[in-house]
């Protein structure tokens, strides 16, 4: 599965970014996909991930009720819409997928195939 991330880029604080995640190599029909971002000097954290199937979701708790994770079959796509984006937030923002959940899917461990990150900046 090959994943290519795009949509990042400078917004001011309270404005809002749509993250894609396109795959290519295979379906995601019975996959997770879980988007990770980085900051500067700080470790890889959780923000969101969808389970292909069903459809459920989970957040990290600090972008709940601001970012929404989607999937668009048709495109073998995951998005992430990003509102009222906070200085925060900036880092760069990679996608993950894996077909087999262990033991949690907040955790980049399960993951077996990465995006190549794209860069967001918010400004204040």
């Known amino acids: 599965v090959q994943l290519q991330a795009s949509g990042g880029g400078l917004v001011q604080a309270g404005g809002s970014l749509r993250l894609s995640c396109a795959a290519s190599g295979r379906t995601l029909s019975s996959y997770t996909v879980g988007w990770f971002r980085q900051a500067p000097g700080k470790e890889r954290e959780f923000v969101a991930a969808i389970r292909w199937s069903g459809g459920s979701t989970d957040y990290t708790k600090s972008v709940k009720g601001r970012f929404t994770i989607s999937r668009d079959n048709a495109k073998n796509t995951v998005y992430l819409q990003m509102n009222s984006l906070k200085p925060e937030d900036t880092a760069v923002y990679y996608c993950?997928?894996?077909?087999?959940?262990?033991?949690?899917?907040?955790?980049?461990?399960?993951?077996?195939?990465w995006g190549q990150g794209t860069q967001v900046t918010v400004s204040s």
């Open positions: 993950a997928t894996t077909r087999t959940v262990r033991s949690s899917w907040s955790s980049g461990d399960e993951y077996a195939y």
